[in-house]
């Protein structure tokens, strides 16, 4: 194919295959509904990009040029998508995003992460571990590497990591060398259903394992030396784990200020001391041990590792710790699932000790919020303070008698205020905050700067006014 075409073209995933045949040398040119940073950043790079569904924006080449163009569209478009329409009825190839990246690993050493929560952190980690000690790697990742500032690495390696997306199953275009699965939770019930259905998806993403390959999974989620959601597996198969024994394991754990540890490393047999990680959060230990695991399956020798997991710097949104000062911290981070939030808020916890927590949590998707509704207010319970948005619908329209309001009311704090995310600003400057969190996968890091800049400004003295429309607890 001599041009792509990209609708959802800002999407973290679509991103990363539009830079992929950008620096392939292919014309690239998408759509998406919204101007963002990161669409902005592909337009520096050499694609072109509109915001308006209408095929007559389509560039001509790639209209009149059938048989070489290809379409690739993210799963996450409707099928009233008048552009995908319109190359539908025109005959020009369109395929799914997953299906794009499956056919681009073929061939190549495959390192593939899955996990319904921790993969996005998992898969840069590995990446970055590839890069520094195993001599490169292609990776196309779930989020911005702060390390490479970018959610795409190219290399003459043929290594290859892959954040393996179960949404949509769409993690079953892939045939890894190498699989990590690092949680199988109730997610994405709006494509599955059921926690059962969703089992029955890993079961069928690790069965695509290459006779010769592995794989690398949370110890809990094994059964009699199995994965505890399927009965056979006949390839090797480790375990990993925090802080428990396991093939692979950290352990002699110290705190270091700033929620930082220091640590050993039992990678099956072998021990690296001393390992210190460039990111806080008990749970990023958890994920670099996850990594090292997968580096050390696909055959990598991790004599240097300990550097490499120093000099990690993270991903974007993902415990992204934006101010720190005497007086304030603030921390933004994409959790939109229970379990991950219970992780966030428990790991930024460790972070800043004795510090009052106030979390702003923007739910993702009507139907996750009604599935999940009781977990939400569980896991944002743990927080001293709450300030809860509307529901971001992103692909979805209303669901009737669905709202925040079904976790606002279920949260068990006194201190929590339910708001628009228009009022946001003026609802956080009538209150006294030590740690603040932004949590969600929505449209909440729009506001990341102005939120950032309000605290600076409370750093320096400045005077602020409240002026809000929320509705608190104590008036509902």
């Given at each position: 194919?001599?041009?792509?075409?990209?609708?959802?073209?800002?999407?973290?995933?679509?991103?990363a295959?539009?830079?992929?045949?950008?620096?392939?040398?292919?014309?690239?040119?998408?759509?998406?509904?919204?101007?963002?940073?990161?669409t902005?950043?592909?337009?520096?790079?050499?694609?072109?990009?509109?915001?308006?569904?209408?095929?007559?924006?389509?560039?001509?080449?790639?209209?009149?040029?059938?048989?070489?163009?290809?379409?690739?569209?993210?799963?996450?478009?409707?099928?009233?998508?008048?552009?995908?329409?319109?190359?539908?009825?025109?005959?020009?190839?369109?395929?799914?995003?997953?299906?794009?990246?499956?056919?681009?690993?073929?061939?190549?050493?495959?390192l593939?992460?899955?996990?319904?929560?921790?993969?996005?952190?998992?898969?840069?980690?590995?990446?970055?571990?590839?890069?520094?000690?195993?001599?490169?790697?292609?990776?196309?990742?779930?989020?911005?590497?702060?390390?490479?500032?970018?959610?795409?690495?190219?290399?003459?390696?043929?290594?290859?990591?892959?954040?393996?997306?179960?949404?949509?199953?769409?993690?079953?275009?892939?045939?890894?060398?190498?699989?990590?699965v690092?949680?199988?939770?109730?997610?994405?019930?709006?494509?599955?259903?059921?926690?059962?259905?969703?089992?029955?998806?890993?079961?069928?993403?690790?069965s695509?394992?290459?006779?010769?390959?592995?794989?690398?999974?949370?110890?809990?989620?094994?059964?009699?030396?199995?994965?505890?959601?399927?009965?056979?597996?006949?390839?090797r198969?480790?375990?990993?784990?925090?802080?428990?024994?396991?093939?692979?394991?950290?352990f002699?754990?110290?705190p270091?200020?700033?929620?930082?540890?220091?640590?050993?490393?039992?990678?099956?047999?072998?021990?690296?001391?001393?390992c210190?990680?460039?990111v806080?959060?008990?749970?990023?230990?958890?994920?670099?041990?996850?990594?090292?695991?997968?580096?050390?399956?696909?055959?990598?020798?991790?004599?240097?590792?300990?550097e490499?997991l120093?000099?990690?710097?993270?991903?974007?949104?993902?415990?992204?710790?934006?101010?720190?000062t005497?007086?304030?911290?603030?921390?933004?981070?994409?959790?939109?699932?229970?379990?991950?939030?219970?992780?966030?808020i428990?790991?930024?916890?460790?972070?800043?000790?004795?510090?009052?927590?106030?979390?702003?949590?923007?739910?993702?998707?009507?139907?996750?919020?009604?599935?999940?509704?009781?977990?939400?207010?569980?896991?944002?319970s743990?927080?001293?303070?709450?300030?809860?948005?509307?529901?971001?619908?992103?692909?979805?329209?209303?669901?009737?008698?669905?709202?925040?309001?079904?976790?606002?009311?279920?949260?068990?704090?006194?201190?929590?205020?339910?708001?628009?995310?228009?009022?946001?600003?003026?609802?956080?400057?009538?209150?006294?905050?030590?740690?603040?969190?932004?949590l969600?996968?929505?449209?909440?890091?729009?506001?990341?700067?102005?939120?950032?800049?309000?605290l600076?400004?409370?750093?320096?003295?400045?005077?602020?006014?409240?002026?809000?429309?929320?509705?608190?607890?104590?008036?509902?």
């Amino acid at each position: 194919m001599k041009n792509v075409y990209f609708i959802g073209i800002g999407g973290i995933g679509m991103s990363a295959l539009a830079r992929y045949f950008l620096h392939r040398q292919k014309p690239v040119a998408g759509y998406d509904r919204t101007c963002t940073p990161l669409t902005q950043a592909l337009e520096r790079e050499g694609a072109l990009v509109h915001y308006e569904d209408d095929a007559l924006l389509i560039p001509d080449v790639f209209k009149n040029n059938g048989n070489n163009t290809l379409v690739v569209y993210t799963p996450a478009v409707g099928n009233d998508s008048r552009e995908l329409e319109f190359f539908r009825k025109s005959g020009i190839r369109t395929v799914k995003r997953a299906e794009a990246l499956g056919v681009i690993a073929v061939g190549k050493k495959l390192l593939a992460v899955s996990g319904t929560h921790g993969k996005t952190t998992t898969s840069a980690m590995l990446a970055h571990i590839l890069t520094e000690v195993g001599g490169g790697c292609n990776a196309f990742l779930g989020g911005i590497s702060k390390n490479y500032g970018s959610n795409l690495l190219l290399s003459d390696a043929n290594l290859m990591v892959a954040e393996a997306d179960e949404y949509d199953r769409s993690f079953l275009h892939l045939f890894p060398d190498v699989a990590v699965v690092t949680a199988v939770d109730a997610d994405h019930l709006d494509v599955y259903g059921s926690l059962e259905e969703v089992q029955r998806a890993f079961k069928d993403f690790v069965s695509h394992v290459k006779p010769s390959g592995a794989l690398v999974i949370k110890k809990k989620l094994v059964r009699n030396g199995k994965p505890a959601f399927m009965q056979h597996f006949d390839k090797r198969i480790y375990t990993y784990a925090f802080d428990e024994h396991a093939d692979f394991y950290a352990f002699n754990l110290k705190p270091l200020e700033g929620g930082y540890f220091s640590f050993d490393l039992y990678l099956r047999g072998q021990t690296l001391r001393g390992c210190t990680l460039g990111v806080p959060g008990w749970v990023n230990v958890e994920n670099a041990v996850a990594a090292s695991a997968a580096a050390w399956a696909a055959g990598v020798n991790l004599r240097l590792l300990p550097e490499a997991l120093k000099t990690f710097r993270g991903v974007q949104r993902r415990l992204d710790v934006h101010l720190r000062t005497p007086n304030f911290a603030y921390i933004d981070d994409y959790a939109h699932h229970p379990e991950e939030l219970r992780a966030a808020i428990t790991s930024i916890r460790g972070m800043f000790p004795g510090k009052k927590l106030t979390g702003i949590f923007q739910p993702h998707l009507y139907s996750r919020t009604r599935d999940f509704a009781p977990a939400f207010a569980e896991s944002l319970s743990l927080l001293d303070e709450l300030i809860l948005l509307d529901v971001y619908p992103a692909r979805e329209e209303p669901v009737e008698g669905v709202s925040s309001a079904l976790i606002f009311d279920r949260v068990s704090i006194a201190d929590k205020t339910m708001c628009s995310k228009s009022d946001l600003l003026g609802v956080l400057r009538g209150k006294q905050v030590e740690t603040l969190v932004t949590l969600g996968a929505g449209d909440i890091d729009t506001l990341v700067e102005e939120i950032r800049d309000e605290l600076k400004g409370r750093s320096k003295g400045l005077s602020v006014e409240n002026t809000t429309s929320c509705e608190s607890a104590a008036t509902r």
